[in-house]
């Protein structure tokens, strides 16, 4: 990552402090107007709690379709971190930590940017754009654990020349993100490109920092599975059914927000970078290139390149506007700063989860309350039920006793399993073979089905309850 020689220090005009104020409370006040996904939060809550008795899940004992199949749990630590979330403060705490970690992690790519040389109003703004182009991605899961020691690992870095025992942190950093999440291939990674900047500088100090980046990659094997969490990521991120299954795998395209947003933006940068009559150096290029293809392979590594394109922004703009802003002979102005804070540290004060009970229909997305009611009510301990995928996570966090066909460990499902599952959900010619050669004995039906009619048609189903999500099958 490049850098100014420079240390910049930071303005203590209040506008300043607004500005930069502003890139912890924004981001705080958009998370907390949403509801969390229960798509991944809910499985890893209830695998948070092995975890924190002592174990770390590694085969499955959830599903009646592939009880046994190995399970790497690259994400335990992220689990655990959840479950005593949950644990203190149920759903109004996970979602206050939510806000926390977007808003710290939005104002720590400030410090980067800012590090880098930028001016306070320019690193606020461009900390600002990222978070809207990575705000599709900052759902509360593992990743977003993972956001903000990547966001330190990019201030760090940036502030390396005039605090160069920072650095440092980086096998910490990397260790912790290698039992939180799979992004942690990226930490070795930014560390060598900060490596090739100083290469480039001719930095005295760059023999240091290739030392510091090989402790980072051996460091993202300090993991109760050794150095399988490489081959993990490597399996995850090629396998064929997630990447045409899961919308967040599929490779980045025109025809969605996230597409637009991460695509306009390098575009910008392209216009920028082209137009501001310098030349670019090519460990520039070679990191945007990079973290722009990441996203381009997958919607969900969206937020690295939202990460890292400010910081790298940042310095080029630094060195376009090197010279010093004159200071005002007269006072700054500190109204208009105090109550531009003032009104949002309001409104996340209104905002507050707390304020909202503590019924989790409340908090969460796909987790239908009134079919976890009904499954609670009609479905007895040991029921092969099927549920509709992306609420299957939910339904075996609500109702542990009841094994799913299917949920969002779509990584460890056979490939078999999950064409069977596609048989049912899409009304296939095979339907009925598939779950009666399972004996599925309830199904958990979205309102969006194209087999409900024929559900309720069929004499060997019955319909015990149905509102605007879907509907309950038992078996007659």
């Not at 930069?20 to 409370?25: I, M």
Request: aromatic share 12%; net charge neutral; hydrophobic share 55%.
């Amino acid at each position: 990552m490049e850098t100014s020689p420079a240390d910049p220090v930071a303005q203590r005009d209040p506008i300043d402090i607004a500005w930069a104020s502003l890139t912890f409370l924004v981001p705080a006040i958009v998370s907390l107007l949403s509801k969390m996904g229960a798509i991944d939060l809910a499985y890893h809550i209830r695998a948070g709690e092995d975890v924190l008795h002592g174990n770390i899940p590694r085969v499955d004992t959830w599903t009646f379709t592939f009880p046994g199949t190995a399970w790497l749990d690259q994400q335990w630590l992220a689990q655990g971190i959840f479950a005593s979330l949950y644990r203190v403060g149920s759903w109004p705490l996970l979602l206050a930590a939510q806000a926390i970690l977007v808003g710290v992690s939005t104002w720590l790519v400030y410090l980067a940017a800012r590090a880098t040389g930028a001016r306070v109003r320019i690193a606020s703004l461009l900390a600002l754009a990222g978070f809207v182009v990575a705000t599709p991605a900052l759902g509360m899961r593992p990743q977003l654990l993972a956001v903000p020691l990547f966001a330190i690992l990019l201030w760090i870095t940036a502030s390396r020349r005039t605090h160069p025992g920072r650095l440092w942190l980086a096998p910490l950093l990397a260790c912790l993100c290698a039992n939180i999440h799979g992004s942690f291939v990226l930490f070795p990674l930014v560390v060598g490109l900060t490596w090739l900047e100083d290469r480039r500088r001719h930095d005295p100090s760059a023999q240091r920092t290739l030392l510091i980046a090989a402790c980072t990659a051996v460091a993202t094997i300090v993991t109760p599975f050794g150095p399988g969490v490489w081959f993990y990521v490597y399996n995850v991120s090629t396998d064929p059914v997630i990447r045409t299954t899961i919308t967040e795998w599929a490779p980045l395209t025109l025809s969605t927000v996230p597409g637009w947003l991460a695509i306009g933006s390098a575009l910008a940068i392209v216009a920028y970078l082209a137009r501001r009559g310098r030349q670019t150096p090519w460990t520039t290029l070679l990191t945007l290139g990079i973290f722009f293809l990441l996203a381009l392979s997958a919607q969900r590594a969206i937020v690295w390149w939202a990460m890292v394109a400010p910081v790298v922004l940042a310095a080029s703009l630094a060195e376009a506007t090197a010279e010093p802003a004159a200071k005002p002979e007269t006072a700054p102005a500190r109204l208009p700063a105090y109550v531009i804070v003032g009104t949002l540290v309001a409104a996340l004060l209104v905002l507050a989860p707390w304020w909202r009970g503590d019924s989790y229909d409340r908090f969460l997305t796909a987790a239908p309350p009134g079919l976890t009611q009904a499954a609670a009510d009609h479905l007895a301990p040991g029921t092969r039920t099927l549920v509709y995928q992306p609420w299957g996570s939910w339904f075996e966090f609500a109702l542990p006793n009841v094994p799913v066909f299917v949920d969002s460990r779509i990584e460890i499902v056979p490939d078999d399993v999950w064409r069977d599952y596609g048989q049912v959900a899409f009304s296939g010619a095979d339907w009925k073979d598939t779950l009666a050669r399972y004996d599925v004995q309830a199904i958990v039906a979205s309102a969006d089905w194209n087999l409900l009619p024929m559900l309720r048609a069929d004499p060997g189903w019955h319909e015990v309850y149905s509102d605007d999500d879907g509907a309950l099958f038992v078996r007659a």
